[in-house]
């Protein structure tokens, strides 16, 4: 089975800290993605990386970046946080550079900015 | 711009009943669909997709029709069961300007089951 693990499941930060958020898969995906998941608003893409050191930009990748350095792992980074970044955090990889297919998810970090 | 929508934010079902979760998307050059639930406390997971050449696709209990006339899908759960209890996200693809393609969520339905 396919494993995303999010290193950490709840988070608690405050306003201007940096901010890591793991994420390692185990099956040798090349695509990789960061949402966020707000109610009322779904699923929002931040950033994705179909290679190892690519990264494009999602819908709102204001106030992220990210990290690639290995196959196996996507790092979202908060480089200062800020209170509307309160918010679930989903990773989510799949194997097809260019292809159409289902997203594999990991469990989620739920992140509070006070 | 390219949006997918749900109808309904929450459907109350009972247990055995067939359960219908529609979707509207508005990117008619869409290809693929996708359906996701998501239990409380997890990741999404895959339930079903289809592809823009079908208009029906069945799975174990589970129903996915497509609409390219009024861009429409819906997912039908027959014997609705309490474990089905969740909320359900659409999700079309959508080709980038790179030729990347991603995935955009719909807002989500939340499906309650009561024994």
């Known amino acids: 089975d396919v494993k995303v693990t999010q290193s950490s499941r709840y988070l608690v930060k405050r306003t201007g800290e940096k901010v890591f958020l793991e994420c390692v898969q185990d099956m040798d995906h090349e695509n990789m993605f960061w949402y966020r998941q707000d109610p009322g608003l779904g699923l929002r893409l931040i950033y994705f990386?179909?290679?190892?050191?690519?990264?494009e930009k999602g819908d709102i990748p204001e106030g992220y970046s990210v990290s690639r350095e290995k196959k196996e792992r996507f790092s979202l980074i908060l480089e200062s946080a800020s209170t509307n970044q309160t918010s679930m955090y989903l990773c989510?990889?799949?194997?097809?550079?260019?292809?159409?297919?289902?997203?594999?998810f990991g469990e989620g970090s739920r992140l509070t900015v006070l | 711009g390219e949006s997918v929508g749900l109808h309904l934010p929450t459907l109350s079902v009972q247990e055995g009943d067939n359960s219908i979760i529609n979707c509207a998307y508005s990117?008619?050059?869409?290809?693929?669909f996708i359906w996701y639930k998501q239990e409380s406390g997890k990741g999404p997971q895959f339930i079903i997709d289809i592809r823009s050449n079908m208009d029906k696709r069945q799975g174990q209990r589970v129903t996915v029709l497509l609409n390219k006339t009024v861009k429409h899908l819906s997912l039908q759960i027959a014997a609705t069961q309490p474990g089905d209890s969740a909320v359900y996200f659409c999700?079309?693809?959508?080709?980038?300007?790179?030729?990347?393609?991603?995935?955009?969520f719909g807002t989500g339905t939340r499906l309650l089951v009561s024994p």
């Open positions: 989510a990889s799949r194997p097809n550079r260019i292809n159409t297919g289902e997203l594999f």
């Open positions: 999700a079309e693809n959508s080709i980038m300007n790179t030729g990347f393609q991603k995935l955009v």
């Open positions: 990117n008619s050059a869409s290809d693929y």
């Open positions: 990386s179909y290679d190892v050191k690519m990264k």
